[in-house]
Each structure stands twice: as structure tokens, then as C-alpha cells.
């Protein structure tokens, strides 16, 4: 570790996140996977434990510490429930059961809380996830900063199908986003910078991907599947391509992106390949199968889903993007403050 203190840029999920948990946290426990499971050495969004011989127990854990803590298109409760949910969804894990953790500061209006619960149970309702039970503790005001959420989402996948990991691009795979890029990172850039997000035109995407992984997983063999949170697009590509040792390319006039956010990053002059979403999922799906599948979420609910790349064997851990002039540039993960307290 180059770094003797921690910083905000740790937990922004870039590449000061990625140095911590390798070279700190990964090294610092001894067992990293049950047998035949997934788990810290594979490092995907949940971790997977075979269960006899007919399923495997899909879970995900994540705290969520976003502010503010109210935001157009949801809240923290909407936050910490969703990205959960989509951590197992991503596995290809139909998400059944929930603990939560929350920790409050003293003084925190109940009617406040009381509303982020009411966001939580409408995500759970809807997705028929069951609260099983969790803790709550206060700390004395001026400890912690409003609230913070923890939820351990668990899931089941059948054992005929395999937990989906990063590890399984193919060469020649294409890459699915199933929807515009950017919009949670945005909004929370916008109102952390004193800009009216919702006159804007500014909001989040927070929501489950559930309904994105069960087309694709109808359409077609999913061979990965991420959902693109802090760090944003180019984080979790990143994550692809090292993980399956390809190289990743992608094309900027594919990437479906809304006008508003457009506008923000070029004002505020950031990158919106870095920025969260929280309501969509990036698929790697086969050449033959990719055209169907887009055409399957479009269909479904998902207007706005595109290729946006492709797998190539060439270069392989490195992530371009081929430019609106033609020109190709590498696309590294994040790093900095971009926009702390995101999730």
C-alpha cells in the first residue's frame, strides 16, 4: 500500500478502491471461497455456495452512505435495496430474502426514516424478497453523518445453470447496456454541486435489474453480467476485461446516453463513462445471440438497450472506445474523488 492514511478516493470504487481490497483486505483473511463456491478469490459481485446437489445460496452485501440522502428518482432506502438486489441478479440468482442493518444519528427525524423505510418495503414488495430481520443502532449526533443502510441480499440459482462471473467472456462476445448510462451519478453530482438536479431534467435510475437479466437469460446464455455503480461504465469493463484477459471495445456512438446528463458532464467537465448507474445491467452475450437479445429487452421495457461493444482477443485487459472522430483512446479505471458519497 502506497497510502498510509484512508481517503475519500477509497470508497469511490475506482482504482484506489481496487488497490485496498487487493493489496489490504484480500491478503488479510486465509479462507476466500467454500469449496466449489464463489467468493474473495474471484472477487464478482456476490459471492456463491454450493448447496447439495440441487442449487447454490447466491449473497450480497453492500452499506450505502449516499448524499444526500433524498434524490429525484429515490432515496437511500430505494438505493439500498435495489443494489443489493442487482449484486445477486447479476449472477444470474433470482433474489428471495433480505437482512438489513441501519444505523442512525441522534436527532434523525423519524418521519424521515420512516419514508426510507417505505422505499425499501415498496423495492422488496415488488420484487417478493422477504425481510427476514436485521438491526438498528443510533449514534450520538455529531458520530456519523445521518444514516447509513447495510443489506445482505440472498438468492438461489439451480444447479443446471452456473452462477454468471466476469470470468466467462468469450472472443467475439458482444457487450449489451440495457439502458442510458450515467443518470444515478449524475443527479447526485448535480445536487452535491448546488445544481437544482430535477429542473434539470435530472434523475436517478435507481431500480432493480431483475426484470433486464430475466429477458436476457430467456434470449440467450448470458456469459457475464455487471451492474455499472460507482466507478461507472468504465469501472466495470475494466473489471471484464481483466478478469476474462480480453481486451474490451466499445463505441462512443452506440452508448446510449440522455441529453441532460450530456449537458451536466460537459458543464462540470467530467467523464460520464465514470459516472453510476443503479438501474442498469451490462450483458456479454454471444455474436449470434446479441441483435435478438437487444431486440427481447426492447421489447420488454428497455427502449433505450444497444450494443455498445464487443470482446477481442487482442490487447488483452485494456478497455478502448472507438471515438465520435475515429480516433481510439484507452479507457482506465477511475480514480480521485469523482463523486463521493454516491451509494
Known amino acids: ?53 440441487s ?20 432515496n437511500i432506502g430505494t438505493l439500498a435495496a435495489s443494489g443489493s438486489i442487482n449484486d445477486v441478479a447479476v449472477m444470474g440468482a433470482k433474489p428471495i430474502a433480505v437482512m438489513d442493518s441501519i444505523v442512525v444519528e441522534e436527532g434523525f427525524p423519524i418521519q424521515d426514516l ?45 444447479k ?18 440495457s439502458g442510458t448510462i450515467a443518470e444515478h451519478g449524475a443527479t447526485i453530482l448535480a445536487l452535491q454541486s448546488g445544481i437544482e438536479a430535477l429542473s434539470e431534467g435530472l434523475m436517478s435510475d435507481c431500480q432493480p435489474i431483475t426484470k433486464a437479466m430475466e429477458v ?33 471495445k466499445i463505441y462512443e456512438e452506440e452508448i446510449p446516453i440522455r441529453e441532460e446528463v450530456k449537458a451536466l458532464v460537459e458543464m462540470l467537465g467530467v467523464d460520464p463513462l465514470f459516472l453510476a448507474s443503479e ?6 452475450v454471444s455474436e449470434e445471440d446479441a441483435e435478438k437479445t437487444v431486440k427481447q429487452l426492447r421489447k420488454n421495457g428497455f427502449p433505450e438497450a444497444a450494443i455498445i461493444g464487443e470482446a477481442v482477443a487482442e490487447k488483452p ?6 471515438t465520435l472522430s475515429g480516433g481510439l483512446r484507452v479507457i482506465n479505471r477511475p480514480f480521485g474523488e469523482i463523486v463521493p458519497r454516491i451509494c
Open 160 to 177: 443446471n445453470r452456473k452462477p454468471i462471473l466476469d470470468s466467462g467472456i468469450k472472443p467475439s462476445d458482444k457487450i449489451i447496456i
Open 216 to 248: 436476457a437469460m430467456n434470449t440467450t446464455t448470458v456469459h457475464a453480467a455487471k451492474d455499472p455503480t460507482r466507478g461507472g461504465l468504465a469501472q466495470a469493463l475494466n473489471e471484464f476485461a481483466e478478469k476474462s484477459n480480453l481486451m474490451i
Open 114 to 158: 420512516k419514508r426510507i423505510i417505505a422505499s425499501m418495503n415498496e423495492v422488496f414488495e415488488y420484487e417478493h424478497v422477504a425481510v427476514l430481520g436485521g438491526d438498528f443502532k443510533v449514534m450520538p449526533k455529531g458520530k456519523l453523518d445521518k444514516i447509513i443502510i447495510t443489506t445482505n441480499v440472498i438468492g438461489t440459482i439451480n
Open 55 to 74: 442449487e447454490y445460496i447466491i449473497t450480497s452485501i453492500d452499506s450505502y452512505t449516499v448524499d444526500p440522502i433524498f434524490f429525484p428518482g429515490g
Open 1 to 53: 500500500m502506497k497510502y498510509e492514511k484512508i481517503f475519500l478516493a477509497h470508497g469511490t470504487g475506482g482504482r484506489e478502491t481496487e488497490e485496498l481490497i487487493k493489496n489490504l483486505i484480500i491478503p488479510g483473511f486465509t479462507i476466500k471461497n467454500v469449496p466449489n463456491g464463489v467468493g474473495l478469490t474471484q472477487l464478482d459481485d456476490s459471492g456463491a455456495i454450493p448447496v447439495g446437489d
Open 317 to 322: 485487459g485494456f478497455v478502448v472506445i472507438e
Open 279 to 284: 438501474g442498469r445491467v451490462i450483458l456479454a
